[in-house]
């Protein structure tokens, strides 16, 4: 009897333990796609210096979101648009995804392309990591935008 007690408390013992031990993140492809305006940012001379966007839509684990963010543009030596900056995406329960935006936007075109860097997050995305690839297409006018993102997200 008291050895399957002592059986009983070490199986009890390990699976507590084991309970305890965070579960590791598993890649999965990650798909976004949403609508939004952005207020646009210009220097003393007109040009664009950066952007305010806020948006909403639906994405894989998140279903429907909301995102805020700030971006800057950033000319090279060659006159090439820059862009980059920072996002905040929340899903419907709260959770969020924290990005960096790293792009090339084409002004003649309206569109900014390039890498959403998943950095971290909050609730089930805590120390969430990925990339996904995004097109912006812009109206210059309004600022309003169409947003789509493809890639991978590990939570």
């Not at 684990?61 to 862009?83: A, E, F, K, R």
């Not at 860097?117 to 109206?139: K, L, M, P, Q, Y």
Request: proline share 4%.
């Amino acid at each position: 009897m008291k050895r399957f007690m002592k059986i009983r408390t070490l199986m009890l013992v390990t699976l507590l333990l084991l309970g305890t031990i965070p579960a590791s993140a598993v890649e999965r492809p990650f798909a976004l796609k949403g609508t939004g305006v952005a207020t646009l940012l210009t220097d003393s001379n007109g040009n664009l210096v950066g952007a305010i966007p806020t948006g909403s839509g639906t994405a894989t684990y998140l279903g429907q979101w909301t995102v805020t963010g700030h971006v800057t543009y950033t000319p090279d030596s060659n006159g090439v648009l820059h862009s980059g900056g920072d996002a905040t995406i929340t899903a419907a329960n709260g959770d969020t995804l924290i990005v960096q935006i790293e792009g090339i936007l084409d002004p003649v075109a309206a569109m900014d392309q390039g890498v959403f860097h998943i950095v971290g997050g909050t609730g089930r995305f805590e120390g969430a990591t990925g990339d996904s690839n995004f097109v912006v297409s812009i109206n210059p006018i309004t600022g309003g935008f169409d947003l789509t993102l493809v890639g991978k997200i590990n939570f």
